[in-house]
């Protein structure tokens, strides 16, 4: 073939995308995936709504059919037999590897549009002796550590001071690369369980579960120095942790948000970074108190005056220890928005009224701001 030849044959060829194929195991996976989290982790009941969706939509073929779905599930080690002692359902549970599969597949269906980038890669704009080389250079100061030292950029500065006849290596020819310090951030995430989180006919605590489970996911794997606690508050508050999230129910519950806050602050409490901040996602008013008797002090007709002050209490002590308090408010009730304008008003965080589509986004995006900065 000639040289001609060759380069006619050079280029660029553009035809329409060709999705890969997808075996029938795969797309059934990603199905029970979906429906494993609105079933908190209830495997008879997804394979039920699994089935009710095969019969409707032929998910399956007679070559392979939900038996051998589940089967394949056993072997691949999606799901466990457990012994059931009182002979009710399958005696099955869904495993770790499944419970890992949800958290990512949250994360890809949330922050799917996400860039890829280094591990720890939180920039502030403080530059100083940190742990992460950034590609520019100053001169070399006293107190510089060696390690910092880019020999290659000395020499050359020492070739073109001095010349190559008479070469040696000064002080000042000596170069450092800069380094900015990775911002390390501690958050804590509070899910409001209280009953009206599936009223209205509206399930408001999946989208807030798939939330968590997807902002675990990419603190773990993408900022792997930054710490996430969970902690979930009905009539008490109580830490849980990223195993449990895929079985998180609601329950018949008032709405503690104080303890809830004193729960996150005595967590922060603890930890050494400087950069602390609290989201909590909640879609109704506070309508109880544990008062120091032990008793529950609670009321559900509007927004009881005792029962706000102390939120507004508890959102002015959060603003001393520097640690702010990101409110997503999935309701719209005009006099609620209201106490969560106060409430933000008197920690100086921020609030977000939204609704549960774009829930994740709006976390994330949070997320990343407050990493990109000082939380002083």
Known sequence: MSKNDKNLRKGFVFKQYEAPEQSVFDKLLEIFKELITHTSGDFDEAIDWLKS??????????????????????????????????????????????????????????????????????????????????????????????ERISMTESLRNAQINHGMGDFHLDESD???????????????????????????????????????????????????????????????????????????????????????????????????????????????KPSCIRERNGEYYKNSMGLDPYIVGQCYTKARQARKLHIPITTFMIAQDPYLMQFIREFTQANQGKAFYTGLSGLGEMIFEDYEKNRKKRIR
Do not use: C
């Open 174 to 284: 000596l170069v450092v690369e800069e380094t900015q310090f990775k911002a390390q951030m501690s958050t804590v995430l509070m899910i409001d369980l209280s009953h009206s989180m599936i009223l209205y006919g509206e399930d408001r605590i999946t989208p807030a579960k798939k939330v968590a489970m997807a902002l675990a996911e990419l603190i773990t794997t993408r900022y792997p120095k930054d710490t996430l606690d969970i902690i979930v508050f009905g009539n008490d508050a109580w830490p849980v942790s990223i195993k449990e999230l895929p079985y998180l129910q609601v329950g018949p519950y008032h709405t503690n948000t104080v303890a809830g806050l004193n729960l996150a602050m005595d967590i922060l409490r603890r930890k050494r970074n400087s950069n602390k901040q609290i989201f909590m996602i909640t879609d109704g």
């Open 53 to 146: 969706l095969d019969e409707e939509y032929q998910l399956t073929t007679p070559e392979y059919t939900l038996d051998d779905f589940i089967e394949d599930l056993k072997k691949k080690g999606y799901i466990r037999e457990e012994a059931e002692p009182n002979g009710d359902g399958s005696g099955i549970s869904i495993t770790a590897k499944t419970e890992q599969a949800i958290r990512k597949r949250a994360l890809d269906q949330i922050f799917g549009k996400l860039k890829k980038g280094n591990k720890g890669n939180h920039r502030t704009t403080r530059n100083g002796s940190g742990d992460e080389q950034v590609g520019e250079f100053r001169n070399y100061q006293y107190g510089d550590a060696p």
